[in-house]
């Protein structure tokens, strides 16, 4: 079955960095577009950042010159870089998978921007 597993979520200080993960089983990693989405308390679901299997990104402009989404195809891993992060960032952020037509998520991981 497919398994999507985020990790790197955490309480950071305004202004700090934050590296998420996603590991990825069950689909061929290296074709299926992924993305990161985040969703904040009464607020709907939102796309932070997406990477096609050839690589082409595309970013929120909310996130734009601060997050980079990046993929290990080789270890079947995505990642998102956050930098200067901001009090709104504070989300639950979801990791997706969309292969084969069906798209598939993962359980999320909190992050918490606040001094």
């Known amino acids: 079955q497919v398994q999507l597993v985020e990790s790197g979520g955490g309480l950071v200080q305004p202004g700090g960095s934050l590296r998420l993960s996603c590991a990825a089983s069950?689909?061929?990693?290296?074709?299926?577009?992924m993305g990161w989405y985040r969703q904040a308390p009464g607020k709907e679901r939102e796309l932070v950042a997406g990477?096609?299997?050839?690589?082409?990104?595309n970013y929120a402009d909310s996130v734009k010159g601060r997050f980079t989404i990046s993929r290990d195809n080789a270890k079947n891993t995505l990642y998102l870089q956050m930098n200067s992060l901001k009090p709104e960032d504070t989300a639950v952020y979801y990791c997706?998978?969309?292969?084969?037509?069906?798209?598939?998520w993962g359980q999320g991981t909190q992050v918490t921007v606040s001094s």
């Open positions: 997706n998978a969309m292969f084969r037509f069906r798209s598939y």
């Open positions: 069950g689909i061929i990693f290296s074709i299926s577009t």
């Open positions: 990477i096609a299997g050839g690589g082409t990104t």
